[in-house]
T-cell receptor, first 116, second 116 residues
Framework: AQSVAQPEDQVNVAEGNPLTVKCTYS??????LFWYVQYPNRGLQFLLK??????LVKGSYGFEAEFNKSQTSFHLKKPSALVSDSALYFC??????????????FGKGTRLSVIA | DTGVSQDPRHKITKRGQNVTFRCDPI?????LYWYRQTLGQGPEFLTY????????KSRLLSDRFSAERPKGSFSTLEIQRTEQGDSAMYLC??????????????FGPGTRLTVL
């Protein structure tokens, strides 16, 4: 079974400081990993994904994430946080397969608060 | 706006009533997904379609839940005999299945259901 853990319910960071939102996963097979962001009263927005290749993935709004197979982690990072980055962040995983029928499994989310 | 749209955005109903939600995916997307999101949780997969075929429905929460995508375009999610526990945000997403099966999903704004 697939699962995702986001160990922190809340992350607080000062504007201009680097931020990290943690994610670990469990799949039986090779993972496809995703990060989404949710702003109030809006749907989830795709940030970035890891499928294969370079372990460091760059995405929207200056975010990046590093795939670490040995630690089964896919932490989201940004070098310099903005107040506008404050939102709810979700990590998601699915196992790669030819059929593509496995569903996307989401973590519980981490609320990021960037303080001016 | 060419994104995923959902209607209505909010629905308040009394216990025991039937409700139906509509999702219009991005026009060229052949896959359509339904999720449920409760407070403090990540989206929970319910079902999905590839064109008009419903490929996975075992995750639907009970036999009171059903979904259709009759012409491979818009989809409806119906909940019969609603219960207070059905109160949640219902999210729709779409994606394009190409040569690979790992294209990201694009989410709509959701329909918030409140069952009194």
């Amino acid at each position: 079974a697939q699962s995702v853990a986001q160990p922190e319910d809340q992350v607080n960071v000062a504007e201009g400081n680097p931020l990290t939102v943690k994610c670990t996963y469990s799949v039986s097979g090779n993972p496809y990993l995703f990060w989404y962001v949710q702003y109030p009263n809006r749907g989830l927005q795709f940030l970035l994904k890891y499928i294969t290749g370079d372990n460091l993935v760059k995405g929207s709004y200056g975010f990046e994430a590093e795939f670490n197979k040995s630690q089964t982690s896919f932490h989201l990072k940004k070098p310099s946080a903005l107040v506008s980055d404050s939102a709810l962040y979700f990590c998601a995983v699915r196992v790669s397969s030819d059929s593509g029928n496995t569903p996307l499994v989401f973590g519980k989310g981490t609320r990021l608060s960037v303080i001016a | 706006d060419t994104g995923v749209s959902q209607d209505p955005r909010h629905k308040i109903t009394k216990r025991g009533q039937n409700v139906t939600f509509r999702c219009d995916p991005i026009s060229e997307h052949n896959r359509l997904y339904w999720y449920r999101q409760t407070l403090g949780q990540g989206p929970e997969f319910l079902t999905y379609f590839q064109n008009e075929a419903q490929l996975e429905k075992s995750r639907l929460l009970s036999d009171r839940f059903s979904a259709e995508r009759p012409k491979g375009s818009f989809s409806t999610l119906e909940i019969q005999r609603t219960e207070q526990g059905d109160s949640a945000m219902y999210l729709c997403a779409s994606s394009l299945l190409g040569e690979s099966s790992y294209n990201e999903q694009f989410f709509g704004p959701g329909t918030r259901l409140t069952v009194l």
